[in-house]
């Protein structure tokens, strides 16, 4: 059984967003024991608990709020929050998404280790895997299981000749999170870049958010091995942080998106 934690400081952290094109602002505040995680959205008033009550599946990403008023891209600021075993603080941004930075969970986990952590009297009880779950669709799926010692598995086959199939794994008990899966960033074909720039949805977007896969070659060297297994797997760590407390299991995913993320998320939720 784990203590509550918050923030010890406040501390900001300002980046484009990359479909706005905005200059964004973000804020992580200290909250009182027992209040949990929520983010607040400056601009038009509105906050949301960072949970599976609020929060969805949008295309590319994690979402909190509605479907007419939200903030997407929550994904990697929520696997730093669970690494760094916070459980009550407010975070408030001032538009509609949050800032990529440069597109991994690094940014935010140095934001956070510089906020320090004040531990509070209350305990956390995990959510406890009793059974085996599973959400699929095709030959996709992310599976919980019960086991002694918490441990995210992610492997990806992935068709591009220079990526292939890659798996990466991070158990919380042992490994560190800051140095083997924060720093692995999100990555995307130069195809899906240039259909999302006609779309209108990268009016902020660059090289400097992402990887971009080009035919023969990277737009940037990955700074990990397996480095794109390891960013899906830091995107699965942040979609299952939405239960609001830590996971005890074993969770395995193949290809899996925030679709299925956050289906198995549904499933586990009964057992809170």
Same mark, same amino acid.
């Given at each position: 059984?784990?203590? +509550?934690?918050?923030?010890?400081?406040? +501390?900001?952290?300002?980046?484009?967003?990359?479909?706005?094109?905005?200059?964004?602002?973000?804020?992580?505040?200290?909250?009182?024991?027992?209040?949990?995680?929520?983010? %607040?959205?400056?601009?038009?008033?509105?906050?949301?608990?960072?949970?599976?009550?609020?929060?969805?599946?949008?295309?590319?990403?994690?979402?909190?709020?509605?479907?007419?008023?939200?903030?997407?891209?929550?994904?990697?600021?929520?696997?730093?929050?669970?690494?760094?075993?916070?459980?009550?603080?407010?975070?408030?941004?001032?538009?509609?998404?949050?800032?990529?930075?440069?597109?991994?969970?690094?940014?935010?986990?140095?934001?956070?280790?510089? %906020?320090?952590?004040?531990?509070?009297?209350?305990?956390?009880?995990?959510?406890?895997?009793?059974?085996?779950?599973?959400?699929?669709?095709?030959?996709?799926?992310?599976?919980?299981?019960?086991?002694?010692?918490?441990?995210?598995?992610?492997?990806?086959?992935?068709?591009?000749?220079?990526?292939?199939?890659?798996?990466?794994?991070?158990?919380?008990?042992?490994?560190?999170?800051?140095?083997?899966?924060?720093?692995?960033?999100?990555?995307?074909?130069?195809?899906?870049?240039?259909?999302?720039?006609?779309?209108?949805?990268?009016?902020?977007?660059?090289?400097?958010?992402?990887?971009?896969?080009?035919?023969?070659?990277?737009?940037?060297?990955?700074?990990?091995?397996?480095?794109?297994?390891?960013?899906?797997?830091?995107?699965?760590?942040?979609?299952?942080?939405?239960?609001?407390?830590?996971?005890?299991?074993?969770?395995?995913?193949?290809?899996?998106?925030?679709?299925?993320?956050?289906?198995?998320?549904?499933?586990?939720?009964?057992?809170?």
């Amino acid at each position: 059984m784990a203590s +509550r934690r918050t923030l010890a400081h406040s +501390r900001e952290l300002a980046g484009i967003g990359v479909r706005s094109g905005q200059t964004l602002r973000v804020t992580f505040h200290p909250a009182a024991e027992g209040t949990g995680l929520r983010l %607040a959205r400056l601009d038009t008033g509105q906050a949301w608990p960072l949970d599976l009550s609020a929060a969805f599946a949008a295309p590319g990403c994690s979402a909190v709020g509605t479907p007419d008023s939200n903030v997407i891209y929550i994904e990697h600021l929520l696997a730093a929050l669970c690494a760094e075993r916070i459980t009550d603080a407010l975070v408030e941004v001032d538009g509609p998404e949050i800032p990529l930075l440069d597109g991994s969970a690094r940014p935010w986990t140095e934001l956070l280790v510089a %906020a320090g952590v004040r531990e509070m009297g209350g305990e956390i009880l995990p959510v406890v895997v009793t059974q085996p779950h599973v959400a699929c669709e095709g030959e996709s799926f992310v599976s919980a299981t019960p086991a002694q010692e918490t441990e995210y598995v992610y492997v990806l086959d992935h068709p591009h000749p220079l990526v292939g199939r890659q798996w990466a794994r991070y158990r919380p008990e042992t490994d560190d999170f800051a140095a083997e899966i924060a720093p692995a960033r999100t990555f995307t074909t130069e195809a899906e870049a240039r259909y999302a720039q006609e779309q209108g949805l990268l009016r902020g977007g660059s090289e400097e958010n992402a990887i971009v896969l080009y035919a023969d070659h990277f737009s940037a060297d990955p700074v990990l091995p397996y480095a794109f297994a390891r960013h899906k797997l830091l995107d699965l760590i942040g979609d299952l942080y939405l239960l609001g407390r830590p996971l005890q299991g074993r969770v395995v995913a193949y290809q899996s998106g925030h679709q299925l993320n956050h289906r198995l998320g549904q499933a586990l939720a009964p057992i809170l």
